[in-house]
């Protein structure tokens, strides 16, 4: 194994590290259902998947954005734990990144207590350095700031770091930061679209990233 591309690598939580897209599925689907008497389409939903919640929301019944909230919050509170896992090969890859010496850190819209206890869950919060959620900036992919504060907080250059996600908006933040960019596909993103996008990388598959990352 070589010196690794980037010396410092910061992850998209949801579609990324975590397999979660069929949770957050489900809980949109019984939100809706709940609150609206109806069911989301899937392509709106997982097309939103990157986005924070509250944005979400409000495009779904900006009348009804807190409603709809209180009603998903317990639900994703309740799944998470349950059913969180890990994508094939991404809790040994962030393992060997730590290893060959890689600054590593996670930047998510989602909540920091509910990202940390999954992290933990999957057993990859020792190997995360710095963790970005919601609650850490007021403003949120596609803008870059979350990745920029994850960069800052670990003390390197953005410029000499890259963001691996799994949706538009992922790459998009990753460009708006100066950030090389890796977008992977077995998450919510499509394909065309991600490719559309223009990240530094697209992969398929949990090997190829690793050979992206640590060639």
Do not use: N
Request: charged share 25%; with cysteine; proline share 5%.
């Amino acid at each position: 194994m070589s010196e690794p591309r980037w010396p410092t690598v910061v992850f998209d939580f949801d579609g990324t590290l975590a397999d979660t897209i069929s949770i957050i599925m489900d809980a949109f689907r019984h939100t809706t259902a709940t609150v609206l008497g109806w069911v989301e389409d899937d392509d709106v939903i997982r097309a939103g998947i990157g986005r924070t919640l509250a944005a979400r929301m409000h495009e779904i019944d900006a009348d009804r954005a807190d409603e709809l909230e209180a009603v998903y919050v317990p639900f994703m509170a309740t799944e998470l734990p349950r059913r969180v896992t890990a994508y094939l090969g991404m809790s040994e890859l962030v393992a060997d990144l730590r290893a060959a010496g890689v600054r590593v850190a996670v930047a998510t819209s989602r909540r920091r207590a509910q990202t940390a206890e999954a992290l933990a869950t999957l057993g990859l919060d020792g190997d995360i350095e710095v963790l970005v959620a919601l609650e850490d900036t007021e403003i949120h992919k596609p803008q870059p700031d979350p990745l920029l504060l994850a960069c800052e907080r670990l003390g390197v250059d953005p410029a000499s770091a890259v963001y691996v996600g799994d949706a538009v908006v992922d790459v998009q933040a990753a460009q708006a930061a100066q950030m090389s960019a890796v977008a992977v596909t077995w998450g919510a993103g499509r394909d065309d679209d991600l490719a559309a996008a223009e990240p530094t990388r697209l992969v398929h598959d949990h090997q190829t990233l690793r050979e992206v990352l640590l060639p």
